[in-house]
């Protein structure tokens, strides 16, 4: 044999085990510092999930929450975006409509994760049936109340059954005097979000069915809006400093400190509420409803970038993270999975925690093609009627129209 041949033959098993022994890298992107140590439990997952499929290797970076979906959306244009993006669930139908993640109806259906994962949480990532990320963690809002403040003025709650408007509205007046206020909102933005679940509530909708029109200025829209402007400018339930609430800081503090004895919130204000230790009792109870129970759905998701090359690499770990077995993951981070067996895994032995959980199957979200901006218009319309005594017929319908331009623009109309 000659020498030439020798040097051929060594350089075709080079590449041969080379090639044998490569594995499949999928990278993905990580908010919030949960892959920041090695005894996290996503780390743990991780390495699991390698261990069972060795042929591949995920790699997860931590990234700042702050322009990350702008980061993805550059990172996609110059062709070098993770293969897998953490992203708030709001964001999903955006970046779907602009063509940076991969519809996932296929692998969705294919693996059941249609029947396990809360319908309202997919619906969320939901444009013109395309279903653009796979929901992973999610939170809902429910009725945060001062139970002793309750029981000295004799109101009677349940727990399971949610109050009607009326209801809410009588409760609240008995809690208002001398200087406590029965009811607590945040400003701008903030009233917006919290407004979301009583207009559903009411039978109305941010958006129609399609996405492609306003529909919250319809008649039960405008109802929802002049009950809740009125709990501040008429009924007088609402303490006058809450037009500068402009944050979860500022309801907080105005709860413990006896301002106000409701407001409506989620999971992330039982801890801080609990460290600041209350002279009163705290309980969660159910969203009022009306003709519906409804009550605000956020969370995080997990997408597909439309130009990954390993897109079932990628999709065996999506698949993996939010299995049962790893419900585990969200909850060590005080956060719950988007399952509808979130309740049935034993790991929550806490009532208040748990009330938030139950109000899950009637979450709604507000995520559109201009989601983030329509809070930002709506929040304006609050401002306008709360500070500015304007109509809320007239504000509401001005904001429609603004936002209506604003989803034509986006549709390309």
Known sequence: MTVKKILLITVFMLVFFAFVGAKTVVTMWVYDEMAANEE?????????????NPTIELKIENVPHRGLMEKFIT??????APDIIHMATTWAVELGAIGTLLPLNDYIYASGKDKEILK????????????YALPWISDA???IINKTA??????????????????FLEAAKKLTFDNQYGFGIRSGRGAAYGWFPWLV???GSLFSQDGTKVTFNEPEGKE???????LFTTYKVIPPGAIAYDTWDDIRNSFLGGRIAMYIAGDWEIAPLRAANPSFEVDVIPHPMQVRRAASLGGSSLGIWSGSKVKDAAWAWLDFLTSAENMKVAFSYGRFPSRVDALDGGFIDDPLIEQFVREFP??????????????TVLGDAFTSVLVYGENPDTALDRAAKTIQEALNEALGK
Not at 153 to 163: C, E, K, L, P
Not at 362 to 375: F, K, T
């Open 224 to 230: 929802a809006f002049r009950f809740y402007t009125d």
């Open 201 to 203: 509530a009411n039978g």
């Open 362 to 375: 009637y979450g709604i979200n507000h995520a559109s093609l201009v989601g983030d901006y329509s809070r």
């Open 75 to 80: 990172a996609s244009l110059a062709g070098v």
């Open 40 to 52: 996290m439990e996503l780390v743990r997952a991780q390495k699991e999930f390698m261990n069972r």
């Open 150 to 167: 309750f029981e000295k003025a004799g109101i009677a709650y349940s727990r399971d059954t949610a109050m009607n408007w009326s209801e």
């Open 120 to 131: 309202s949480a997919i619906d969320s990532s939901t444009l013109n049936d395309n279903i």
């Open 141 to 143: 809002t429910a009725l």
